[in-house]
């Protein structure tokens, strides 16, 4: 089972929207997808409520600890049997125990950062969390991060480069901010659901992450790079050039073909 957390303690960077997508693509391509929402907000349930009958399914599972627990038990049974694919939803703030029991779970960890100097700033703590306290192993956990919201004018914009290229971490892609993700979620879609030709930048920015969750090495390397600052348009462009559909001949890819 390809199973994938979406994590930043930081609340807002955009995991939920990222999750939804995610669960929305595999679906599409006939995965049997569950989303396990470890927030209690519910948002990707939420979600899930307003998806429209056509749409294929997805499995919803609320994995919300209950008030006062550190961690949840039995969570298996939430997941049915047969799930391909796993998207974990977490939700902000998550420490301690309940990080650990994510990680534990995951074999793909994905952290949507915004560029903003808050968010870098508790990026940064988190990710040192993420090894030192949910046990995440540089060698056998696979972890990403995705730049979320991005705007060719904003601010922090050289301030995310210089961390992204401090992290030793994959960078995969930078995601634009859009209001195609906001219209996708009020309709309990993802992008790849909506009508190709409307949102096709939105794709293209998800291709990076499709493949590196496919297990192909198609992103920046930052440790490769040492010192020197990564320019954020060149990496866009890095991951839009080799974003090419069509080229895809992934085993994942030929299951969605069939
Ligand atoms: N790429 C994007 N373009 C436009 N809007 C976005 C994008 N990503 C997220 N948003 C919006 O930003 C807000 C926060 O996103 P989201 O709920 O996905 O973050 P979150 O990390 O799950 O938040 P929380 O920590 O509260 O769970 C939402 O209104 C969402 O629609
Ligand atoms: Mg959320």
Redesign the pocket.
């Known amino acids: 089972m390809l199973s994938i957390l979406v994590i ?1 303690s ?9 999750s939804t997508n995610l669960a929305s693509y595999y679906a599409s391509r006939k995965f049997r997808t569950t989303i396990l929402d470890y ?1 209690p ?1 519910g ?1 990707c349930l939420q979600w899930l409520r307003v998806r429209p009958g056509h749409a294929c399914t997805i499995h919803g599972a609320n994995a919300a600890p209950p008030k006062g627990a550190s961690t949840l038990h039995n969570l298996q049974k939430w997941v049915p049997v047969g799930t391909e694919v796993l998207v974990i ?1 977490a ?2 703030g998550t420490r301690g125990l309940l990080l650990q029991e994510m990680v534990r779970r995951s074999n793909y960890i994905v952290v ?1 950062v915004v560029p903003s100097p808050i968010d870098i700033h508790a990026t940064a703590d988190f990710i040192k969390d993420l090894f030192h306290i949910g046990g995440a192993s540089p060698n056998k956990t696979k972890i990403a991060v995705v730049a ?2 991005l705007r060719s004018n904003s601010p922090s914009r050289e301030a995310l480069e210089c961390f992204l290229s401090s992290l030793k971490l994959p960078y995969l892609t930078s ?5 195609n ?2 219209r996708a ?1 009020g309709k309990g879609l993802g992008v790849f659901e909506m009508d190709e030709a409307d949102t096709f930048a939105e794709r293209q920015e998800y291709l990076p992450i499709l493949k590196w969750l496919d297990g192909q090495d198609i992103y920046c390397q930052m440790s490769d790079v040492d010192s020197k600052i990564v320019n954020m348009e060149e990496s866009r462009k890095f991951a839009l050039q080799r974003a090419n559909v069509k080229a895809w001949h992934s085993p994942i890819l030929r299951k969605a073909e069939r």
């Open positions: 930043n930081k609340g807002g960077s955009g995991k939920t929207t990222l927030d907000q948002s939803d939700p902000s949507p979320n919201r995601i634009s901010d859009s209001d993700y906001l979620a």
